[in-house]
């Protein structure tokens, strides 16, 4: 499966926090497969969101170099312990590209669709920490409506989302300010559906400027978008925000 494909399934991973916790931890003796899981890979091991280690125990597949990837594995439940599973890698893990926070005042030329998308019952879709390094974005986005995978992938393509910092991060409360947007190759397209990618970015950075410049370190990270649910057109929009907390980090 292509890596463009497989981000399509990462965000409601991601927000289940550590690989099915509740089924890892079974007494159910038989293997089970999952794929498109996202982990961390450092030092011969996958780290999931929220810490879970994934040992693998085979090398034939395993990463030549540290970043993000998806997954596909086969494991037994109970072998899980001390937050830790061992795992084997079914395929070659596939790199999930992640980006940097830019400081600045560009704007998209096209509204994102919503931040935050979903409920409890069924599953949402929001911007949500990896870890105190990494901030994961499901970027939903007015999409042409097209029909095959290849035109689909073609699609996603045509979309660059930037999440952008001020230029002054001066702030006394310790809220760091970011900016997500779109600025999408063919604006003139009439888009009438919506769709997401999931973007992984690099807060560590601005993070470290941020407490530098204010002397405090940050507490609460605040991402905004200008959206709208009805067009995709940059003139008619709202900004809507989502709220990180990041004081449990901070002890």
């Known amino acids: 499966m292509k890596q463009i494909r497989m981000m399509a399934f990462l965000g409601m991973t991601l927000m289940m926090g550590v690989i099915m916790t509740s089924c890892l931890s079974s007494s159910e003796g038989s293997n089970k497969t999952t794929q498109t899981i996202v982990a961390l890979y450092e030092n011969g091991a ?8 994934l040992i693998p125990l085979n090398t034939t597949y395993l990463p030549k170099e540290s970043g993000f990837y998806t997954i596909e594995i086969e494991y037994d439940p109970t072998t899980w ?21 830019k400081q600045g005042t560009d704007e998209g030329n096209i509204n994102i669709y919503t931040l935050k998308e979903g409920s409890s019952a069924r599953g949402v879709l929001a911007p949500t920490l990896f870890n105190i390094d990494y901030l994961v974005i499901p970027c939903i986005f007015w999409a042409d409506n097209v029909g095959s995978e290849d035109e689909k992938e073609q699609e996603i393509k045509k979309h660059h989302f930037y999440l952008q910092a001020p230029t002054d991060l001066h702030n006394s409360e310790g809220v760091l300010e970011l900016t997500l947007y779109d600025v999408v190759d063919d604006p003139e397209v009439n888009r009438l559906r919506n769709s997401y990618v999931d973007r992984i970015f690099n807060i560590r950075d601005i993070i470290n400027k941020f407490n530098i410049i204010n002397s405090i370190k940050v507490s609460k990270i605040r991402i905004s978008a200008k959206v709208n649910r009805s067009s995709y057109e940059p003139k008619d929009g709202m900004i809507e925000s989502v709220e990180i907390d990041l004081t449990p980090f901070q002890q």
Do not use: I
């Open 46 to 53: 996958f780290t999931q969101q929220g810490g879970g280690t």
């Open 81 to 101: 312990s001390d937050g830790k599973l061992n795992v084997t890698l079914l395929s070659s893990p596939n790199k999930v590209e992640t980006y940097d926070v």
